[in-house]
């Protein structure tokens, strides 16, 4: 196992991989911008460095002053959470140049899945089930009417280095197409530095779907179940479960294993998610995420395997903890994303926190490196935490939910806590009932209304 762990990140995903690396005896190393002198997670590591200025460029991602931290330190691994450097092939290059260990994927595999149209390439020769489309980037208008035409309409189309919704255009008809391209192109390359996009068949009441695979790098894998990420907001998720709602014991068994068995063959190794919508009965490879993800704790909450523990022990060499044939689904869970949003507007609202206080009992868990006093900074992600709540069954997950959420105090500065308090009275919601359209649909009801 490694002897010191360098964390490049912030907020609650550096706290969370500072608290394994610690259960696991390993010494830990915080980097942080001057805006974030005063974080938990820099409070609770064992050595912290300043990498630079609040603006991200000039810390959080700047390659060179995380690989000097390292040097300086003495650490032998880097975790880069999520966001920030957590994707980028260049960055686990250098650290492997540098004789650190990039707590990862390797950066072929991680370049592979950034991809959008090699990650489908590789996701349809591997087995797993696709969205009928373009073969590649799309550059002329009229073969892109000419698929469009062949897998009908409505398309849509999505730019190969896409997230987040940028660069994502949805087509009616033929007459819509090619201003659909042209805006696609143009966000894109100015979001991305890369105008090239591809063309998918549309899916009109999907839902998100999504696998956790780990991989020991030496052609074994596992899954750990899926969640159901559908409740979204402008492409982003706001609320996850594990398990879907709308999937059966068969069906989830089934996506699980063709997922474990693919990564097995890429040699995959690490924590890593694949992506579906689900429309009818059918899976449609969306996308693979080569990190860990944000809504990572409800797939812990239902199988009781600490995520961050596997990437350390799979990084180190030390393989996987557990087999397929060990893991047990017990239960439901749920998480809520809450964020330093007003809850109509969903502006930011960066500020300090006068009043914290977290719920507690039997099945809740809170990550979150915040606290009272706690100012939350304007350049970086709005969240707070993340509320994650455990039952034996979905309906004792929703109850315990809402108690949860009414013990939940952020004051100080507006939080979405309003927002998911509605939400889990939603009679839809109660009865899982909803897509990837549904919260949005709600919210432009509600303030029509």
């Known amino acids: 196992m490694f002897n010191k762990v360098l964390i490049a990140n912030r907020g609650e995903i550096a706290l969370r991989v500072l608290r394994a690396c610690k259960e696991l005896g390993i010494a830990t190393v915080a980097v942080h911008s001057t805006a974030d002198e005063s974080a938990m997670h820099v409070r609770l590591a064992d050595e912290s460095v300043c ?43 250098i650290l492997e140049a540098h004789n650190i260990t990039f707590i990862g994927p390797t950066s072929e595999h991680i370049s592979m899945m950034g991809d959008k149209i090699e990650a489908k390439r590789t996701a349809a020769r591997l087995g797993i089930p696709v969205v009928p489309g373009s073969e590649g980037g799309v550059t002329d208008d009229d073969e892109a009417k000419r698929i469009a035409a062949d897998i009908g309409y409505p398309v849509i189309i999505k730019a190969t280095a896409g997230g987040g919704g940028r660069g994502m255009k949805v087509a009616q008809s033929e007459d819509e197409l090619v201003v659909a391209l042209q805006t696609a192109r143009s966000e894109a390359g100015a979001a991305f530095g890369n105008d090239a996009v591809y063309i998918e068949k549309f899916l009109s009441k999907p839902r998100h779907i999504e696998v956790q695979v780990v991989g020991d790098g030496a052609g074994a894998g596992i899954h750990l179940g899926e969640r159901d990420c559908s409740l979204q907001r402008r492409h982003q998720k706001v609320w996850e479960e594990a398990n879907s709602p709308a999937l059966n014991d068969k069906q989830r068994k089934e996506i699980g294993e063709i997922c474990a068995n693919a990564i097995a063959k890429m040699g995959y190794r690490g924590a890593g998610t694949i992506e579906f919508l689900y429309e009818d009965g059918e899976f449609f490879f969306i ?66 926190i006068t009043h914290y206080h977290t719920p507690g ?21 709005s969240l707070i935490g993340k509320l ?30 309003p927002l998911f308090q509605d939400l889990v009275q939603n009679l839809d919601i109660a009865n899982g009932d909803y897509d990837i359209h549904w919260l949005e649909k709600y919210l432009a009801a509600k303030h029509a209304d």
């Not at 709540?389 to 959420?405: F, I, Q, S, T």
């Open 51 to 93: 990498i630079g200025p609040p603006q991200s460029r000039d810390s959080y991602l700047n390659i060179h002053q995380i690989v000097a931290a390292c040097e300086i330190t003495g650490a032998d691994a880097v975790h880069p959470g999520y966001g920030f450097l957590s994707e980028n092939a260049r960055f686990a290059e």
């Open 361 to 381: 009992g039997l099945g809740v868990r809170v990550d979150s490196g915040v606290y009272a006093g706690y100012r939350i900074p304007p350049y970086y992600d």
């Open 287 to 352: 996308e693979m995420n080569t990190r860990l993800q944000v809504e990572h704790p409800v797939t812990e909450a239902i199988t009781g395997i600490d995520l961050v523990h596997e990437q350390l022990r799979v990084a180190s060499g030390a393989g996987l903890s557990v087999r397929q044939s060990e893991i047990k689904f017990e239960g439901h869970a749920i998480e809520c994303r809450i964020n330093a949003e007003d809850p109509e507007t969903f502006m930011p609202s960066p500020g300090t």
């Open 388 to 417: 994650i709540v455990h039952g034996r069954n979905r309906v004792e997950c929703m109850m315990r939910l809402r108690r949860a959420l009414d013990e939940f105090v952020v004051d100080g500065i507006k939080s979405t806590l």
